[in-house]
């Protein structure tokens, strides 16, 4: 079975910190990859070579998708935890043989546990890279990639801090890299429906929108019993200092990984961050929303360290052209529901996850966490409105996220997801989660990429990495 190469010590700072030096020296001298990037060439009948960093938990879907695309090659791979990787091996091994794929097996494609030692070592063999990491890795993998000319995919959310975001945006257009991030709402028909039904005017004018989720469960989230949490030695398997990676240094404890890491504000951006990206997609790009000018939370308690058990986060849109101002709310936590809406006759509940839009002809709700399967409420009005649907203007993504992606880069239409798109999405999903850490209001100036009313919030808007790992 394939095992890490064995370059360095992780438990040597010294032999790390020149390891670091080397590995950032050695990538910064890689240029664009083979091909000319996002133009029709030879790429149209071309593999792209992908490398994925990250293979556990959501992470596995990278690399199922780049082993079963017959228009890519898997050429590398990078986790920084053994028990992890044997993992994704089992279930490649299971996989293969369910999808009849001839392909090599996933134990003999070449394992990195530290992604910078990868682009130093064979950056130029990569066209593109795939980060299914905990949060705070998006970017610096996202921008070692793109620094080395590689296309580049990010799960959502696209980073864990607005600065990091916008430096992506902006990197990616530099470089002229096809970008995507991982939002698998964003290719579905229901999405296309809600924007085609909205731009059309059958909700009218859009003044109030809601959504809500549920508590993480356990398995993602578990609050320790004091702070911090007690000092706990890391599994073998482990890598700790590398799975910290750019924040400060601190003991393990196992509370934090390897799903549970979303509601720690160093590592990830709470249930907005997680679902946000998801059911706020929708409305955001239904209504042209853009940034919001203020938002403020109510939240059950805010200790800067985690996020809270309950939150309602309200965000003030202001006007754009023609369309009304826009309050949407994000409900949080058990028992945090919307109340319902007027037009809402049925005497089911809500769902545990979803999105209602409240225009002034029409009420849209879209239940669960995706925008797959909106509908206007109550029923009969539905049922109506289907005799004269409006036409069908955005063209449908099949295959998902990753295909749209894979797809573009070989000259095929521009993501949807991409970071245009997503990095200002992320950015109001972050301003959220950064009232929720503050329980307080954020008054937001968009152009600046500044909060206007308490300026020392900017610390948690700002790019931040300890030493070793500024990109």
């Known amino acids: 079975m394939n095992t890490y190469p064995d370059t360095t010590s992780p438990t040597s700072p010294t032999s790390r910190r020149d390891f670091i030096k080397t590995s950032l020296a050695a990538a ?26 990250g293979v556990g938990n959501r992470a596995w879907f990278a690399v199922s998708e780049a082993l079963s695309n017959p228009n890519v090659n898997l050429v590398a791979i990078c986790d920084v935890d053994q028990a ?3 993992g994704a091996y089992r279930k490649a091994v299971k996989y293969q043989k369910e999808i009849g794929s001839s392909g090599p097996a996933l134990s003999k494609i070449p394992l990195f546990r530290d992604y910078r ?18 949060d705070h890795h998006h970017y610096p993998a996202g921008m070692l990639a793109i620094k080395n000319g590689k296309h580049v995919y990010i799960e959502k959310p696209l980073t864990r801090l607005i600065g990091e975001a916008r430096a992506l945006r902006e990197a990616a257009r530099q470089r002229g890299v096809i970008t995507q991030m991982g939002n698998q709402g964003r290719t579905s028909q229901g999405i296309r429906l809600m924007r085609e039904w ?13 959504a809500w989720s549920p508590p993480f469960p356990e398995h993602f989230f578990k609050r320790p019993a004091s702070l911090p949490p007690a000092a706990e030695k890391p599994p073998s398997s482990l890598a700790w200092d590398l799975w910290l990676g750019p924040v400060s240094e601190r003991p393990y404890n196992h509370l934090y990984l390897p799903q549970r890491w979303r509601g720690w504000w160093d590592f990830g951006s709470g249930m907005l961050g997680d679902w946000g990206a998801h059911t706020l997609n929708g409305p955001w790009w239904a209504l042209d929303l853009g940034a919001p000018d203020t938002i403020e939370a109510e939240v059950s308690k805010a200790d800067g360290v985690l996020s809270p058990e309950w939150a309602v986060v309200t965000f003030s849109f202001p006007a754009r052209g023609k369309l009304a101002p826009v309050t949407l709310k994000w409900h949080e936590g058990e028992n945090k529901l919307p109340p319902l809406p007027e037009r809402w006759k049925s005497k089911d509940p809500l769902p545990e996850r979803g999105m209602i839009m409240v225009g002034d002809k029409n009420t849209l709700f879209a239940p669960g966490g995706h925008p797959t399967s909106p509908r206007l409420i109550p029923e009969a009005t539905m049922n109506e409105f289907k005799k004269h649907l409006p036409p069908a203007t955005i063209p449908l993504v099949k295959g998902g996220p990753f295909v749209e992606w894979i797809n573009a880069i070989r000259g095929g239409p521009k993501p949807g997801s ?16 950064l009232a929720e850490r503050i329980g307080g209001k954020v008054e937001w100036d ?6 206007r009313n308490d300026p020392t919030l900017n610390r948690h808007v700002e790019i931040q990495s300890r030493e070793g790992w500024r990109v």
């Open 117 to 134: 030692e990868m682009f130093a070592k064979i950056g130029g063999k990569i066209d593109a890279v795939t980060v299914s990491t905990p």
């Open 28 to 53: 910064a001298a890689f240029s664009l990859p083979r091909f000319a990037i996002g133009k029709p060439g030879p790429q149209a009948g071309s593999k792209i070579n992908v490398a994925c960093i």
């Open 198 to 210: 909205t731009q059309a005017g059958v909700l009218g004018q859009v003044r109030e929108v809601h």
């Open 418 to 433: 991409n970071f245009e798109s997503s990095a200002p999405l992320t950015e109001v999903i972050l301003l959220g989660a």
């Open 446 to 451: 968009a152009a600046a990429g500044q909060v």
């Open 84 to 86: 992890q990787v044997e």
